[in-house]
């Protein structure tokens, strides 16, 4: 069965400034994985996913996340923060042949300050 | 197109009452899913259908049961409430994985729910 790590439960940074919110995973089979966002009192919204192809995907709001499969990780990036940034971000995972079911990190809230 | 909608977004119960939650899609997915939020422990999976009359369990299904009579409708319920069954529920939806190019699940607004 798959597992999520995401070691950070919060990230606080300046605004401007850059970020990364971590994400490592653990499966014996294909992975698809992808990055959630939940702003207060929200459902969740794709941010990126990686299904196949180029390890650098690109997602919305700027956002960004590399696939590295010799270290199971999933890195989040975004170059420069904004204030509206500030939510919880969650990593998943769902393997090949699973009915798309989803396991999700514990989730690690970013807080953007001035 | 609403997308994903859950009933009610808010809910109080007593120890041992019982209710339905409602979650109502209108993008023709085959897939559905019933999440809990929990603080410090994100998303975990309750039960999940992957077409109209099947259901399946997920990583923590005791005490709630799940019905898919119609594509567009989850329903969740909880039997006999306990405490342990407070917690924000997420209703979500999709196509299958292997069968489009884009995946995303798409998730309703949620529902918090208290037990007493």
């Known amino acids: 069965a798959q597992s999520v790590t995401q070691l950070d439960s919060q990230v606080p940074v300046f605004e401007e400034a850059p970020v990364e919110l971590r994400c490592n995973y653990s499966?014996?089979?294909?992975?698809?994985l992808f990055w959630y966002v939940q702003y207060p009192n929200q459902g969740l919204q794709l941010l990126l996913k990686?299904?196949?192809?180029?390890?650098l995907v690109k997602g919305i709001n700027g956002f960004e996340a590399e696939f590295n499969k010799s270290q199971t990780s999933f890195h989040l990036r975004k170059p420069s923060v904004h204030i509206s940034d500030t939510a919880e971000y969650f990593c998943?995972?769902?393997?090949?042949?699973?009915?798309?079911?989803?396991?999700f990190g514990t989730g690690t809230r970013l807080q953007v300050t001035l | 197109n609403a997308g994903v909608t859950q009933t009610p977004k808010f809910r109080v119960l007593k120890t041992g009452q019982s209710m339905t939650l409602l979650c109502a899609q209108d993008?023709?997915?085959?897939?559905m899913y019933w999440y809990r939020q929990d603080p410090g422990m994100g998303l975990r999976l309750i039960h999940y259908?992957?077409?109209?009359?099947?259901?399946a369990k997920g990583e923590v299904p005791d005490g709630y049961n799940v019905s898919r009579l119609k594509k567009q409708n989850f329903l969740l319920g909880l039997e006999s409430a306990a405490p342990s069954q407070t917690s924000v529920y997420f209703c979500?939806?999709?196509?299958?994985?292997?069968?489009?190019?884009?995946?995303?699940?798409?998730f309703g607004p949620g529902t918090r729910l208290t037990v007493t």
């Open positions: 979500a939806s999709s196509y299958p994985l292997e069968f489009v190019s884009s995946y995303e699940q798409y």
């Open positions: 499966s014996s089979v294909s992975v698809y």
């Open positions: 990686y299904l196949s192809g180029s390890t």
């Open positions: 998943a995972v769902s393997e090949a042949g699973t009915a798309s079911k989803l396991t």
């Open positions: 993008m023709n997915h085959e897939y």
């Open positions: 259908s992957v077409g109209e009359g099947t259901t």
